[in-house]
């Protein structure tokens, strides 16, 4: 498979991406393209790479990339989980594709893996350029959901936490630092507990020459404020598709719940974007 690696500005930093290319790939061709986005501290050689491959032999061009303050990407400090900052690099990504003259604009696609199919999924309902938009086994950042999961306390220390580390930084210039995973599943003091995070990311499966395992403390209190859900009135019409679903049945009655289709009186004009919810073996 043919490989290259680009860059991209996002906000004056430059964003280390590499490109796909499909089977008997011509330049003079224009190709439906997609840009993947994946879980929470992962970079572009990891799940999304994936997905990427499997998809650019399927006949797509296809990007995967690091956002700022992660592997091969600039921007200070490292490893800062920025949700906001992670939704413009990826409208800036969109705006990479599309100064390329072998995409095809009207089959710009978006996939998001877990974490990343809150991002993907606001990212499209700000950036009309985005056409489709697959999530697979997306996870959909709910803050009442979290402190639910956390508990008031627990929510509440992680949030001052933050909130000091932030104090720190900002005086000290130094970064606190936690383990983004863990191989004690019973570990409190890491981003992602429990053994799943760290069956992938702690061993050889999820290797990657550039991927660091800590997670800036200073992260938490945008990360645990975030609404994966809030972008729902930006999209007027969505037509779901479940197949092979893996996603649970509680998100997807959210999402059916959230994006009611346009009352005629309204005078909006129906977007529609297609959610495909599926499953490849990894």
């Known amino acids: 498979m043919n490989i290259e690696k680009v860059s991209f500005i996002s906000d004056g930093l430059r964003i ?6 499909p089977e008997h790939y011509s330049a003079n061709k224009k190709y439906p393209a997609l840009l993947f986005e994946g879980p929470m501290t992962g970079l572009k050689d990891q799940v999304v790479e994936i997905y990427a491959k499997k998809l650019a032999n399927l006949g797509y ?9 992660y592997g091969e990407s600039e921007g200070e400090p490292r490893q800062l989980e920025a949700p906001a900052k992670k939704v413009e ?14 995409v095809d604009a009207d089959r710009l696609g978006a996939v998001g893996i877990c974490a990343g199919g809150g991002f993907m ?16 086994a997306g996870f959909y950042h709910d ?20 909130k000091q580390a932030q104090e720190k930084y900002e005086q000290t210039g130094e970064v606190v630092y936690i383990p983004s995973v863990s191989s004690d599943s019973n570990e409190t003091e890491v981003a992602m507990p429990g053994d799943e995070p760290y069956a992938y990311y702690g061993t050889d499966r999820g290797v990657s020459p550039h991927y660091i395992n800590r997670f800036a403390v200073m992260s938490f209190e945008e990360f645990l404020h975030l609404n994966s859900l809030d972008f729902a009135g930006q999209i007027h019409w969505l037509f779901m598709v479940h197949k092979i679903c893996i996603a649970p049945l509680k998100v997807l009655n959210n ?15 129906p977007r529609t974007i297609s959610i495909y919810m599926i499953k490849i073996s990894m």
């Open 89 to 102: 690099d990826l409208q800036n990504a969109v705006s990479y594709l599309l100064t390329r003259e072998d």
């Open 143 to 162: 803050p009442k959901v979290v402190r639910a999961w956390l508990g008031e306390e627990g929510y509440q220390h992680k949030i001052e936490l933050s």
């Open 61 to 69: 061009l296809t990007l995967t990339f690091d956002h700022r303050y």
């Open 255 to 269: 999402f059916s719940i959230i994006y009611p289709p346009p009352k005629p009186s309204s005078g909006l004009k």
């Open 121 to 136: 999924s606001k990212t499209a309902a700000l950036d009309q350029r985005i056409k489709s938009l697959v999530t697979v």
């Open 16 to 21: 280390a991406g590499q490109i796909f290319y």
